[in-house]
């Protein structure tokens, strides 16, 4: 189909993620954890010592990783990123929005959503005709 993204052909594909330590952690011990042979792993930890470059480069390189399906990435962390995030318009890897425990969802700053919003607004526009 035309405007799809590839993933990797041995028919597997990983979740990356970018989080705080408490997500992170959990997602590990749920399995999600995965370290190449160059050491490259599938996530960022962000604490109070890591930079917006850092959180930048990591997107980038998740984003561009041919092995990844979906990154998943703390709200409050998409936000430091936004110009990225909202920018990012390939289908795969998907970028989903979640919340953390000390920062709640917020789906007003949600890009995915409100791009869905956007959709289904136009379409019901257009059915009106």
């Known amino acids: 189909m035309a405007g799809r993204g590839n993933i990797a052909a041995n028919n597997s594909a990983l979740i990356a993620i970018i989080a705080d330590e408490d997500t992170v952690t959990g997602f590990l011990m749920a399995g999600v954890g ?3 042979l160059r050491k490259k792993t ?3 930890l962000v604490d109070n010592k890591t930079t917006v470059k850092q959180i930048e480069d990591a997107f980038k390189e998740f984003t561009a990783r041919d092995d990844i399906a979906i990154v998943l990435i703390s709200q ?3 936000n430091m990123i936004r110009f990225l995030v909202d ?3 390939k289908p795969i890897p998907a970028i989903l929005e979640i919340p953390s425990k000390d920062h709640p969802y917020d789906p ?3 890009s995915v959503l409100s ?3 956007y959709l289904f607004s136009s379409d019901s ?3 009106r005709r």
């Open 76 to 78: 409050y962390i998409a």
């Open 42 to 44: 599938n996530y960022l």
């Open 34 to 36: 995965n370290v190449d």
């Open 125 to 127: 526009s257009t059915d």
């Open 87 to 89: 920018s990012y318009n």
């Open 108 to 110: 007003a700053s949600d």
């Open 115 to 117: 791009r869905v919003k």
